[in-house]
Structure formats: C-alpha cells, structure tokens
C-alpha cells in the first residue's frame, strides 16, 4: 500500500491532525537522545487510546506495515527509533496519559502508557503515595516505555525494577486483539504470566497501552549524602556495610573523570575541595528520621569527604551531580553506551581491567547504580572502524564474570546481535517461538531483541 493511502486510512482512525507525515513533524520521532541512534518514520501516528491502537494495528498488519511502538523515546538502545530504511509506522504512545484514583486498599493506581514518569510522582506525591522506580529522564520516560524496557533506575535495590511494580497491564497484540489483565488482583494463579511476559518485551510481541501500577506508602522522611572514596573497591564496600541500613533507597557511584564533564557542562560548583576519584551517593527514606543511622554507620567507614543533604533543595543538589552524567557526556560526544551487570565482587577487577580491554581505543566514563553491580560504561572518541571490536572486548569479558550484556536498557538494536553472549541457544529459540505466536508476521518492532525471522 502507498504512503499516502496509508496516511488516509490511519487518518481516519486518529484525525489527520495526529498523522505526521512531514519530515519536520517526524523528526524527534526519529532519533534518540544520544543521537547516535537515528532513522526515518514512514508515518508517525498517534492514536488516542486503546481502540484506536488496536485499529491503527489491525490497519498495518493488513497492508503487511511494520509498527514502531515508541513513549518518551528516552531508550538507549535504538529499539525506540526506526530504521533509516523508512519502512515502519512510529506508533507514538504519548496521547494516553491517563491517571485514574489511587485505590488506598490495594495500593495501586491505573495510569495510561504515554504518562511520564515525573507525571506520576507528581500526582502521587500531595496524596502521600509513591512509586518505587525512579531515573533520571523521568520528565520525557513514560510508564509504558519504561515497563517495556523493564526499566531499572535508582531505587532497585529498595523496590526492584519496573517488573516488580507491575500489577497488570493492558496491551494490544499485532493483529489489534485487546489482552486486558488491568484486575491487579494479589492472588490470581491462572495460567501463564502474560503481564510478566510483556514486562521487558521491549515492543516486540504487544504495544502496551495501561498499566495498573504498585504502589508504597510515602516516606516521611529522607536524607542524602555524598562521600568521597579512593576506588571502585572502597565504594562497593562501603555498600555492602550501607546496606545493612533498612532505609537505604539508593547508592549511585560516578568517578572524578565523569564529575569533571559535569562540572564542566553544567557550570555547577565542585562537591568538595578536593578532586577525589570516586563517588557514592546515597539516599535513606522512612517513616522515622535516618539521618542518625546514616551518621552512624559512616562515622567510622573509610570515606575522604562527605556533604550531607537533609532538605530536598540539597538533595535534588547532590543528586545532580550524578544524575546529569547523561547529558554531560552526550555534549561532550556521541557515546558508545554499554550497560552491563557484574557480580559485586567482580567489579572492581573488571574496573581495573577496563584500560587493558580498551587499549587506547576509547575514553571510558563508568557511573552506574553499585548496589546492583550495575556500571554505565560510556565510551567517547570510539573511531566507527573499532566499534565492533571495543563491544565485543567489554561485552565478552562481562559474559565471561558471569555478568549481563545488558543491566536495565535491554537489548534494542544494539545489542541484538551479542544476545547469545549471556543468553544461551534454547532461551533464544524459546524466545523466537514466542516471539512467532504473537506476531506471527514480525511486524512489531522489527530489529529489536531478536534478529529478525529465520
Ligand atoms: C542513568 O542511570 O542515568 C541512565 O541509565 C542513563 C544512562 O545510562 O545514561
Ligand atoms: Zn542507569
């Protein structure tokens, strides 16, 4: 079917005003945040709710068009932009930003896919509540991308990921056929897992269009603190002793190299005199004040220098020094990003190692989330002629700790073609067949996770 007829057909179903079909009106549809990810849309269409999705699908796999389901296209992994062959339809999510009530009893709210996160805290925030995820691009990330990529963020280590804050989801399948598990119910163990299914499916098998969403009580109370230490080593230690604290919400590390980028990009003042090469920042949230447990369990920990938060203002100040790292480094480059978990105990081997593994062949910045053995491995200067050898040295020696290529942005099309590094043969196969079933055409996201059909 031609473009045009397309367009007129898709129009029918959402108004012409929500068909973009100019290249003007495509374009920050098309390319990722990094910029290093970039493409061309067919159509960008964006409906305004779950009948209309399910219309727009029936439509495409009719005229046998790929579909591009994309939220706040804050991923970073290419699987929210299309290809440059210009072939896919950008499903854009953005329009269903509903927020239902908060239901006290079950501890849950139901939100529309296209809701940003920031949204979200938002609404729940004057109504004592909170959801536990939380990252950095929560102003663009919305609640469907985020339960599509089975986002991670800062606060796994008190809440888990995406995945276990999911109640239930609403989702449309290829063929425009309405899967709906939005009950939420506690205890219902009838059959296959289908939200978890799609929790982390990253568009492939259903375009997500709710979720019913956990959520915890507020803390009353929450303090923060940046300390100084002298290596990968001392900070994961450090950890492991921190977390013996019940309120401990979050520990986030970054090194000198990355801070100097920051400092740099954003004009902020230096944390400290001093130019330390690690840092940790942490968080404890609670119903009583940790500031006192916090003071305690560092007054002797091995630590250069320490700031202390306890009002949000200074929080939100700390916090920026990790939290701009994205941005810091994209205006300084367009990074090779690598995402990867380690066991604790590998990390501060594969940190060493990192210089040899490059050789001279990238500027590496490491921050990331240390609970989790969670490292951002940001690459600069990657000349395009070693790209595939500097992944492969990285992703290969993280397979071989034992490690995942991919910690919480999934896999996407970068990282499609090293799955089999840390997930064996049969678990693809088993995926494939899935991956068959539910879009027996492979029309959704195509290029994303799996290779392609055999
Ligand atoms: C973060 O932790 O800030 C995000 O995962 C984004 C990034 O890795 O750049
Ligand atoms: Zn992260």
Redesign the pocket.
Known sequence: MGTERLATRLAAVVGPAHVLADPGLRASYETDFTGRWTGRARLVVRPGDTAQVAEVLRTCRDAGVPVLPQGGNTG?VGGSVPTPAGDQVVLSLRRLDTVGPVDPDARQITVGAGLTLAALHGRLRPQGWEFGVD???RDSATLGGMIATNA???RVLKYGTTRANVAGLQAVLADGTVLDRLAGLPKDNTGYDLTGLLVGSEGTLAVLTAARLRLVPRPRHRVGALLAVDSIAAATALVTRLRGLESLELA?FFTAEGLDLVLEHTGLPAPFRARHPVHLLVECAARHDPTDELADLLADADVLDVAVAVDAADRHRLAAY??R??EA?NAAGT?L?L?VTLPTAALPGFAAELPGLLDGRARPYL???LAEG?L?V?LLDVAPADEEAVVLAVLGRVAAAGGSISA??GIGRAKARYLHLTRSAAEIRAMRAVKSALDPTWLLSPGTLLAGPD
């Open positions: 970073l990252l950095a691009s991670g963020g800062e986030e990790r939290e790292h994205t480094i990074p990003k995402d921050f990331g989330h969670n951002h940001n919480e942005h």
